[in-house]
């Protein structure tokens, strides 16, 4: 929701804290992975950091560390199959005066942490069964979530069927407020929500891939939400590059109670994306993403719209034999920048860093 989103930014009056938290979570990941079922010599790894900033032109800021560690083995012992492990963990801090922050954090100074887990199981490179879970909090709220996917190649692995689904529950503290209609809206201390989707990927030829999507979301606290999108890849070979679109289209209209903090929505997003690739191993991205979101409310059934315009500029870099562990290994470096420009909340800048390795 593009109205929404951009309330939550990153910043770095609270870098130390926040990296201190990272340190933490990474090294709890680092430990399970090391006492999981991978540790054989013969499993490939690869660990993955990031940091991000995230600012606005009003002053709200977040700044952002993950660590991801993966594992993979055989599934089988005929070696018909691949089983992957994969454990994150991320650490969010986020700086905002408005008056949910200013009640409930000190200072306005929020700090959420996140652990995940997924099993991914590969048969035979044509089906793929997905099973994982996550749990985040902060000081007042607390969340859990358990998905499942699956996905199956037909058609001489021309084309790709995919269905997943996920559950959530998510508590935190009963806010309220007065709405332009001098009714008091109280938000539920506890929702659930489900979601179901299906996906299609086709392989229409060496160089060309179509996609689409159709997603349903249940949740206590909103209406029905359905989304589409459908989105074309382009590789072209003389100029040894790509380009990509996809649009995409929500809807969330339905019935609206006193427990509701924001209307009825619909939105509307259009992506376009160039990648080019440079020197050897070096690969460059270009993208701009229109989105706009409308939104009829509670209260007198006000229409309003919001809009945001994105722009990404992003450069990876994979370097050989990269000193680490003893050993040489690949590595892969990667920068990205991105620029929103919103109808109604200004402007916001995010910069991330990543960097990954193979053993």
Known sequence: MPGK?????FSMQTHNRLFRIARVNASVVKLLTVIAIFSSKSMAHEVDQRFGRYSSSDGESRVMAKFT???????FAGGDGQLSLSLSAQSETIKNNDKYMQTHFEQGLRRETSFGVDLLTTLAKRSEVSLGGSVAGDTVTRSKSARASFGQWLLGDQLRLGIAGSNSVTERPVDSFLDYDSATVALAPRVVSSSGSLNLKAILNPRTIASGDYTVVSSSERPLLRSWSVGLKQFIDPCDCAVHGEAARVINLGKLDTTMSVGELTGTQFTVAY???LWKNAHSRLSYRYAREDEFTRAYGDHLVFGADSYVAGLS?????VAFAGAG?????????TRYIHNRAGAATTVELGGSVKF
Request: net charge negative.
């Open 275 to 277: 990648l080019q690739s």
């Open 329 to 337: 290994r690949p590595v892969l470096l990667d920068v990205a920048a």
């Open 5 to 9: 989103g951009l309330a939550l930014v």
């Open 317 to 321: 870099q994979e370097l050989d034999n």
């Open 69 to 75: 560690g993966r594992a993979d083995a055989p599934a």
